[in-house]
């Protein structure tokens, strides 16, 4: 390991001294595992990590590129289990106060204990409305110290009426009458507020918001603002005039130096879709990594419409007490419109150059689909009945959505429903599901646009077009199993994965599985090619590693947001929601088709069963009324011989005798039909049988008809 570590303190440009304070050990080691009573810092391997990937060494280091090559291999090869124990050991350690970009995806941004200074919060308690937690700035905002607050009822601080009116919405909505328009007398001077309640945590929010203007905006001020708005999203003939539409009249509403509309993809990565600005740096058609707008951050998004930051330079305001007194922890401030913001979040706003930012979420399914994203230069407040505006915009865009996107789709999804019909009309005739498939080859590659598909049943597999090899294929499918949601697995990107792909990803970087039946193993799955694209990012992606005065590594917000531009291999053309759909749809239907045709497996073989029934009734009735006659010929045959038999010739001694015979021997063969009438239903028992016997038998009663 030490030729490792030289090299890496040589990409990092520290001293063994350096390096080691740096991972806070007191030997230049750094594989805990193989030294038990050495144990560097997690975070700093991490940090570790990310420098190798963004480092550029020149020609003279030879020497540490083979290092960086060595440790690069140790990392992602030789050790692939130690950065799943790491992930799991940090998840475990994150702390609010000391948070960075190594572990900003886990912050807890909803118990920031802390809120925005433009406003005051009020934590209540319930049914009481006593307050039991108050934000430190009250005596700025409406002239009470906080700690004289807590414990008080809300009646010492609004009159009997306001109340009373949040009192009584304690059952109801309280989105259907926020604002509340309350009023304080400070210094005998009434104050008026905006008053936005929520019920959430087992606690009532109350946060008061000055109010911008006097009075409250009544119906017709907000039908006005909103109605030549909605008029032009609709008229919009497809998504993306849409979404220009929104950006011109958000930023007119608002006043914003900049309005986009900023779109989520599958793996919570961005690109801004629609522009409208007057700053020089154009943010149009840029990608932004997932990083940006980490996994829980998101997910706020979808429980609040809008998020407004009047001054990215604010100083946060804390809560007293610190913790909620009910349940002694941190108060979970999700739906609280002056939440504080991530101390990364506000970086990256001051490295953007921006002052002050509006957030409206668009949800398609409630899902976060995108944001309307506005920014401005310097601090700026938007009045909450303007915020109410904007958010009522997003809204009905978001109820746009579906329609848009599904009318520019629609010739497409019409050529997938003709496609679906021959499916169906193919596999209903076939006997087996493979033999159905093997006749729709180049309709199954049509289905979604693939270059290449597999179909998988039991342990036979067809291959359609340019796919892996069948053991590739095996092993993926094996891999894809446990992913698989509602029966569906897809992916532009199988390589960052599934790392085995890398040597089939020419011709099978992106994938689309459908499970048909996990019980008779049956599976079908296309393929796309790679297909190299340049990708224009807004600044380099990758976190930017800085290194403190104390030798500390630091991971910040990048810088610039300048175009940075990349080349993205391993990547196939993204799968279009309506071809998931339609193989979803697909499966629905060959499902449909093994259900009818089980239906008509049981009406078979009840009519089988009835059929059996009459036949073994019929084999009973014509073996008595056969048998009748039959018997009564052998028993006249018996008397004549008996006493006739004087009378008669040799000859007709012996053909009498031949009768007697025949009969029993035909009374055998309807004892023997009746038998094999039920051999179907009876157990089947082996039974050792003379040839010799039974041949002779038979020339004996062929001679005997023969005469």
Known sequence: MSHLVR?????????????????????????????????????????????????????????????????????SEARPNLW?????????????????????????????????????????????LNIIQVSSNTQEVIGRVPEALLGTPLSDLLNEQQTQQIQQCLTEDFESVNPLNLSIVCLDQALEFDGIVHCWDGVVLLELEPKATAGKPDFFDFYH??????????????????????????????GFDRVMVYRFDSEGAGIVIAEDTD??????????????????????????????????QYQSVALIPANNPLTNQPLDLSLAVLRSVSPIHL??????????????????????????????????????????????????????????????DSDYKRQLKSLQTQFVETLSQADHFLEGVEQLNAQLLRLVNAT?????????CICIGKTPSEAEIYALLDW???????????????????????????????????????????????????????????????????????????MSPRKSFQLWQETVQGCALPWKACEVEAIAELRSLIVGIVLRQAEDLAAMNYELQRSN??????????????KEPLRGIHNYANFLLEDYAKALTDDGVAKLETLVRLTQRMEDLINSLLHFSRLGRAELMRQSVNLNELVQQGEWSNFCVSL
């Open 452 to 460: 290449g598909a597999v179909v998988c049943s039991g342990d036979r």
């Open 7 to 75: 090299s890496l303190r040589c990409l990092m440009g520290l001293t063994q001294e350096q390096f080691a304070s740096t991972l806070g050990v007191t030997y230049t080691t750094i594989n805990r595992w193989e030294n038990a009573h050495i144990q560097p810092s997690l975070l700093a391997l991490k940090q570790i990590k990310v420098i190798l990937e963004q480092i550029t060494l020149s020609p003279e280091q030879e020497q540490a590129e083979q290092g960086h090559r060595l440790l690069a291999h140790y990392f």
């Open 613 to 626: 029934e009459e036949l073994d009734s019929f084999a009973y009735i014509a073996s008595h009324d056969l």
């Open 279 to 312: 700053q020089e740096t154009p943010y149009l058609d840029l990608h932004y990594p997932p990083s940006d707008i980490p996994k829980q951050a998101r997910q706020l998004y979808t429980l609040n419409w809008l998020r407004l930051i009047p001054d990215s």
């Open 480 to 554: 894809i199993k446990p992913r698989l949601n509602q029966s569906v697995f897809e992916t532009r990107s199988l390589p960052k994965h599934y790392p085995a792909a890398e040597a089939f990803k020419a011709i099978a970087s992106g994938v689309l599985a459908l499970e048909i039946s996990r019980i008779h193993r049956n599976y079908i799955l296309w393929f796309r090619p790679e297909v190299i694209q340049t990708v224009n990012w807004g600044g380099n992606p990758n976190k930017p590693v800085e290194i403190q005065d104390d030798g500390s590594l630091r």
């Open 84 to 128: 799943g124990v790491r992930e799991r050991m940090i998840d475990a350690m994150v702390d609010p106060a000391n948070v960075d970009l190594t572990n900003c995806d886990r912050e807890p941004i909803h118990i920031p204990g802390q809120i925005q200074p433009h406003g005051v919060l009020l934590v209540l308690q319930a049914p009481t």
């Open 347 to 408: 970086e990256y706003l001051h490295n953007m150059g921006v002052g002050a930012s509006m957030s409206i979420s668009l949800l398609q399914d409630q899902k976060l689909w995108g944001l309307i994203a506005c920014h401005h230069s310097s601090p700026k407040y938007i009045p909450y009945h303007i915020r109410t505006v904007c958010e009522f915009i997003g809204q009905v865009m978001s109820a746009e959505l579906v329609n848009k996107e599904s009318g520019e």
């Open 225 to 254: 603002q909103v109605k030549e708005p909605i008029t032009r999203i609709q008229k919009a003939s497809t998504l993306l005039d849409m979404c220009r539409v929104v950006v011109k009249e958000i930023r007119r509403i608002t």
